[in-house]
């Protein structure tokens, strides 16, 4: 590792060094520049103890993090600040071993995460020794209760006890009277602690993922809470209570049961994002529009079917999330929030927009998914700045001329509609980079689809398509092509024009191909190849030559594979189950490791080769001069070939000649199909049916041998 890139530079203008995975004794001469600012220390090998403890004592270092380190004891680092012992407390040590009875010890800031055989079970007594504690973190371990001798660390800012297994509190926290921060997320509890409400300088409780069933009254003691979390839990109802805390900036009610909003949710008027998705709820009140500084509005997955039309005073928000409910319509007053820039409408019953939707011109994200729209929303063709589109799984069946207004439009998702043919209105969108049009009932892609000259993903699955589009083959940076045609039309063959395309991913699993074009080596950039579930009889051996590292072939016909197979020496993807393979057979080919397959397949053709000769020999002596213009013609020897070898080996002298270099020729002209197999084939289709059989014998006697 360049020991330039162990520095890093933090937003706060300081240094922080790496030592992990290295060999280093000390630091090089030039890194020492770096070093008058260097805050923090960032460590995975318990050997760079003792290069921890000089780095750190000779520098005002305020931060050390031990992941998966092996040290006994941070006792050396006493101008550190910061500690933390992420993953893999050594299972010889316990975790009192991290807190050491030294008073010159100046840490801040600890925090402990363990897995596997390493989690936390209790805090050891000597954690109080920490006076100087601001921040303690002991997440994601197995803790059923909080020691008391942590509430002595009054000086404590933060206290993160999630992921453990805890259902309530010492009294002793209410003496964390500094507290401002606490993270109770994923336990157990059932309720808030009542030793909470005594926290008057908390500013954020984050209690999600428990099993609280109400929010107590006292919550309205908090009153300078500014983030309240309280997510996935098991409560019905908000309290009037809750809405009292006017300093609240950040509410999460999401994964609850609650069925009404109160009108007193006006009252929190500093209200900057709220979370209610994933309720019982069925309408809210106009007073929540009283909320006008609400930046983000999560409402999703919940019954709702209206608005309140003063949802307009809403002028500072820009994510609005609305999905999964039961709406038909939209207010216009949604027109009004000109500040939006992310809407969720998807899994309702939209089947049109209001016009004034139009106007919002912040619009980036757009999200109609499963609505009932049978004609393009022509307002969403307005929104100059949309990137992405998903307008899936509706009936549309055509686009507006319009659409070319969308110029800043990046991905479109256009799949599970019923288009027959690929819009013409999309080829003039030069930003678009991904496009969906799976599952519809195309036909056909225009030539002007070559004009997507900043497409990279395109997917064309479950479609109509009788032949495979070779305009596709025209998209200058197309990158990855889905062709998967599992429940739509299959085609039976790929274009040569392949050679044309830059595809570094080509999926055409799920088709009738019989064979791949030869031309496909020609591919550079392609590395991946998914083909399963065709009916494949043999690859081009140009396909040795290519530079792929997936190549997916199960489930098709390939009885053999090509000579210099393991030539494909980037594959670490290979997959050839479910093929009637010989050359060589289904259980060297299962591993998919790619030497056992080219010594097989190199062993079975020298065997191949002198079978052939062997049956050569034996012809020589048994084929008479008719017999062998018949099997002349049945190779399909060129005339000018076999006048060649007529005059070249005349008369009966040459007759021995002439058969062996007939058969050499025919070798010759169709290449690795012309096999023992294919020999002994076309001698019985001519009628040669004793030396046929004998040829048979002989395959079978030398098949033996090599068992």
């Not at 009294?171 to 926290?199: A, G, H, K």
């Not at 007759?655 to 290449?671: M, N, P």
Request: glycine residues 4%; proline residues 4%.
């Amino acid at each position: 590792m360049d020991s330039d890139s162990r520095i890093f530079h933090t937003e706060m203008g300081a240094y922080a060094l790496a030592l992990s995975e290295d060999e280093l004794s000390e630091l090089p001469e030039h890194v020492s520049s770096y070093l008058p600012n260097l805050k923090l220390i960032f460590s995975d090998d318990g050997d760079n103890t003792e290069k921890l403890d000089r780095t750190a004592q000779q520098r005002n270092v305020e931060g050390i993090t031990l992941w998966r380190n092996q040290c006994c004891t941070v006792n050396r680092v006493n101008r550190s600040k910061v500690l933390k012992i992420l993953n893999n407390l050594p299972p010889s040590m316990s975790v009192e071993q991290y807190f050491v009875n030294d008073q010159s010890l100046d840490i801040q800031q600890v925090e402990i995460r363990s897995v596997l055989n390493s989690l936390v079970s209790e805090i050891p007594d000597t954690v109080s020794e920490f006076k100087c504690l601001k921040v303690f973190a002991v997440e994601q371990n197995n803790l059923e209760f909080l020691n008391p001798e942590v509430c002595k660390m009054e000086g404590l800012n933060r206290l993160g006890l999630s992921g453990n297994y805890m259902t309530n509190l010492p009294r002793e926290v209410e003496n964390l009277t500094n507290l401002t921060q606490l993270f109770l997320d994923d336990n157990e509890f059932e309720f808030i602690p009542v030793q909470v409400f005594c926290l008057e300088n908390l500013e954020e409780l984050s209690m999600s993922d428990n099993k609280i069933t109400e929010i107590q009254g006292e919550i309205a003691k908090l009153e300078k809470l500014r983030v309240l979390g309280l997510n996935n839990n098991k409560l019905t109802t908000i309290p009037e209570e809750l809405c009292f805390l006017n300093k609240l900036e950040i509410l999460g009610l999401e994964g609850n049961e609650i069925s009404r909003v109160p009108e007193e949710i006006a009252e929190l008027y500093n209200l900057t994002e709220l979370y209610m998705g994933h309720n019982c709820i069925s309408s809210v009140p106009e007073e929540l529009c009283m909320c006008s500084s609400l930046q983000i509005l999560s409402i999703g997955h919940n019954r709702m079917k209206t608005l309140p039309v003063e949802i307009a005073n809403f002028k500072r928000l820009h994510t609005l999330v609305m999905n999964d409910n039961l709406f038909e319509e939209l207010p216009r007053g949604i027109g009004s929030l000109h500040e939006l820039e992310i809407l969720h409408l998807e899994g309702n019953q939209l089947s049109s927009l209001p016009e004034e939707l139009g106007d919002l011109i912040k619009m980036r994200h757009l999200n109609l998914r499963q609505n009932n729209f049978a004609d393009f929303p022509l307002p969403v063709t307005h929104m100059r700045h949309l990137e992405t589109l998903d307008i899936q799984a509706n009936n549309l069946s055509e686009l507006p001329a319009s659409m070319s207004n969308l110029v800043s439009l990046v991905t479109l998702q256009l799949n599970n509609n019923q288009f027959e043919h690929f819009p013409l209105e999309l080829c003039t969108l030069s930003n678009l980079q991904q496009v969906n049009m799976a599952n519809n009932v195309m036909v056909d892609v225009p030539e002007d689809v070559q004009n997507l000259t900043s497409l990279t993903e395109l997917d064309l699955s479950n479609n109509q398509f009788e032949i495979f589009p070779v305009e596709l083959c025209s998209i200058p940076n197309l990158q990855i092509l889905n062709f998967d045609q599992l429940h739509g039309v299959k085609v039976k063959w790929l274009p040569d024009e392949f050679d044309q395309s830059n595809i570094s991913e080509l999926y055409v699993q799920n088709n009738l191909l019989t064979a791949l074009p030869s031309s496909i080596a020609n591919m550079k950039s392609l590395v991946t190849l998914c083909a399963h579930h065709n009916e494949i009889e043999s690859l081009p051996e140009s396909i040795c030559s290519m530079k792929l590292e997936v190549l997916q072939l199960h489930d098709n016909k390939l009885q053999t594979l090509p000579t210099e197979f393991d030539q494909l020496s980037s594959l670490c993807d290979l997959s050839l189950q479910n093929n009637p393979l010989t050359v060589p057979p289904m259980d060297v080919c299962v591993s998919g490791v790619l030497q056992p397959i080219g010594r097989f397949i190199r062993k079975a053709l020298e065997r191949e080769e002198l079978l052939l000769l062997k049956m050569v020999d034996h012809m020589t002596g048994v084929v008479n001069k008719q017999e062998l213009r018949q099997l002349m013609r049945k190779f399909r020897l060129p005339d000018d070939k076999m006048i060649e070898l007529e005059t070249k080996y005349h008369g009966k002298d040459n007759l021995k000649e002439r058969i062996r270099q007939t058969l050499f020729a025919w070798k010759e002209l169709w290449g690795s199909e012309a096999t023992c197999d294919e020999l002994v084939r076309l001698l019985h289709i001519v009628g040669m049916e004793a030396l046929s059989d004998k040829l048979r014998a002989m395959k079978i006697y030398s098949q033996a041998l090599k068992l």
